[in-house]
């Protein structure tokens, strides 16, 4: 852990609310500018006592001005190939880059000598390559601009379980608050969600995404106070893998598609048969979801990742495979191992490209610094995922 860790996340959460003040100025002001060139035009108009037979020529100059205006905007930034480009909308909200065929690369920085991520790069700064071959980035979008598409926060755990508190999610119970601080860094229009399994084979969504955040520590400490049910079975196995298709199907059917972030509250004393495993990491890479793990560090884990025949600890597995990150913290630092999963993901860059080929097969993943930016930032690091599966081209 890095030291003063709580202090640096906090002075980046303040980094990033400053840069979008004053993104937000800077839009007021060009709109100020251009309402001001508006009312100025008849204004001026009227100054010259025309006569009725010029109207017509003041109308005429109020057009004229007004499709040099929506000219100026659309020639801003010229839709790339393969996307659908919306106006940017007066109230600051994103615009999303629609296509059934641009994948989006979601892309995290650190300085590995702060703890903190870069929030100044261009697109120009970035190399992206499919399978070794770099490809062209259509889009490009920040973070700390607003330009990013929103997340949906999901809180995942399995239920409360007999004599498992600290191998299970049980150690939560009664500190879902100390989670709460960290919400209030959410964007307007992030959500927040709760789901849970259990090794009885039941399963669901307890909160649907949700603008209530209070909502879902409530539902979290809900969760972890109903009967315990009995722990390690093989049903529980099928049923963690189920809970996280609902998530993934809710993403896939929410229009426009959120970026789902889930974070397991979970001490991960878990396995699963390989093919499971990857089987969850393919639909993970198909809706670009990231995922984390917060707990006490009350399991510790002590033993190989894996087997013959099983992956171990799957919330961490499931975390390395998706560029995610597992935080064991002591109860009081739950709020900034939450709090810096937000800012690595609300500080992220967005890199749309269009893939060589729809084949539903694994890709590697390859995005780089120019050299340039390399020598000028030496101590930084990206973090995203290794592969990605584009969609399979339906006939």
């Known amino acids: 852990m890095i030291k003063g860790w709580p202090e640096k996340i906090q002075a980046a959460q303040n980094a990033l609310r400053y840069k979008r003040a004053q993104d937000a100025y800077e839009h007021a002001v060009l709109v100020l500018v251009v309402a001001t060139l508006w009312i100025g035009v008849p204004t001026i108009a009227s100054q010259t006592a ?96 607003f330009g990013t598409r929103p997340i949906v926060l999901w809180f995942v755990m399995i239920c409360n379980q007999k004599l498992w508190d600290e191998e299970g999610s049980g150690f939560m119970r009664n500190k879902a608050l100390l989670l709460r601080p960290a919400l209030d860094h959410l964007d307007k229009r992030d959500t927040v969600a709760v789901a849970h399994w259990c090794d009885n084979g039941q399963e669901a969504i307890d909160l649907a ?40 199907a809710n993403a896939r059917n929410t229009n426009p598609q959120p970026l789902p972030v889930i974070v397991f509250l979970y001490g991960d004393r878990s396995g699963l048969p390989h093919d499971e495993a990857d089987a969850i990491v393919d639909d993970l890479l198909e809706t670009s979801a990231f995922v984390y793990g917060i707990n006490d560090g009350g399991f510790p884990l002590n033993h190989s990742h894996s087997d013959f025949y099983q992956e ?19 109860p009081a630092l739950f709020a900034t191992a939450l709090d810096d999963i937000l800012v690595q993901i609300h500080f992220r860059y ?17 995005v780089a610094l120019t050299d340039e930016v390399k020598t000028q930032h030496k101590s930084v690091r990206l973090v995203h995922r290794s592969e990605y599966i584009p969609a399979k081209l339906q006939h």
């Open 350 to 366: 967005q890199l749309g490209f269009k893939p060589p080929a729809l084949d539903g097969k694994r890709h590697e993943l390859t």
């Open 50 to 145: 025309k006569p009725v037979d010029e109207a017509p020529q003041e109308q005429e100059s109020r057009n004229t001005l007004t499709t040099a205006v929506d000219t100026h905007k659309s020639e801003s930034k010229p839709a790339p190939v393969g996307s659908k480009e919306v106006a940017p909308p007066s109230d600051g909200t994103p615009v999303f880059h629609a296509s059934t065929s641009l994948v989006l690369v979601d892309v995290l920085t650190q300085d590995s000598k702060t703890g903190l991520p870069l929030n100044e790069l261009k697109k120009d700064d970035f190399r992206l390559l499919d399978n070794g071959h770099q490809v062209s980035i259509l889009t490009f979008d920040s973070g700390a601009h």
């Open 312 to 330: 171990y600890y799957i919330a961490h597995y499931f975390s390395a495979a998706t560029a995610g990150q597992f935080f064991s913290v002591k």
């Open 209 to 248: 995404p949700t603008a209530d955040r209070d909502a879902s520590i409530a539902k979290i400490e809900e969760v972890q106070h109903r009967d315990p049910t009995e722990y390690g079975t093989r049903v529980g196995e099928l049923s963690v893998q189920r809970v996280l298709r609902l998530i993934i």
